[in-house]
């Protein structure tokens, strides 16, 4: 992968920018590349292309607790919810996401609903259009991949990385089961 991602927030001195995409390595291992044509998508080509719903729905194993839906204009999401303790808890996990959101340089859509049940959905604004490749020697300059915004690995990547978040804290704990009669 070439070039430092510019439009990303410097990483901490300690941890060298390491974009993987070797297929295999664990989302959590991987980061999150801009999507947009003048941040450089070119150079992460794979990463940025949309994922249609037969490729987003093998990788929803990979994020348990996320479910994929549609929206009003057939954009495909991930969402997942949380219930916290409190309102305030619920805000204190949408501040320790939003930190990984802006250290990935990916960001989520946040909402507190029911004051207590934080929500999370995740897709990919920027529109893409990158020159696909036609036979193994020909660029097909006038025919483009149109990358729609949509999912793409970053949400993924996101979602991984969101699962991994210490939140045992603010989270309520499961009811527990009435023993049975
Ligand atoms: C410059 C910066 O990398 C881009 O604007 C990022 C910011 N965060 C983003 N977040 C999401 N979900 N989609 C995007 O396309 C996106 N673009």
New binding site residues.
């Given amino acids: 992968m070439s070039g430092e991602?510019s439009?990303?927030p410097p990483l901490p001195s300690h941890k060298p920018r390491v974009v993987s995409l070797a297929a295999g390595t664990a989302l959590t291992e991987k980061r999150c590349v801009?999507?947009?044509a003048d941040?450089g998508a070119l150079s992460y080509m794979g990463m940025c292309l949309t994922l249609d719903r037969p490729a987003a729905q093998r990788m929803l194993s990979e994020i348990p607790g996320w479910e994929l839906f549609e929206d009003a204009e057939q954009r495909l999401h991930l969402r997942r919810q949380w219930r916290t303790k409190t309102f305030v808890k619920a805000l204190e996990l949408c501040e320790r996401i939003g930190e990984v959101a802006e250290t990935e340089?990916?960001?989520?859509d946040l909402h507190v609903t029911g004051w207590n049940k934080p929500a999370v959905e995740?897709?990919?604004?920027?529109r893409v259009e990158l020159p696909c490749q036609q036979g193994w020697n020909k660029l097909a300059v006038e025919l483009w991949t149109h990358a729609r915004?949509g999912l793409t690995d970053?949400?993924f990547i996101m979602a991984a990385k969101i699962n991994e978040i210490p939140k045992e804290d603010l989270l309520r704990k499961p009811k527990k089961k009435l023993a049975e009669e």
């Fill in positions: 991602a439009s990303h801009p999507c947009e941040k340089g990916h960001h989520p995740l897709w990919t604004h920027a915004d970053n949400d």
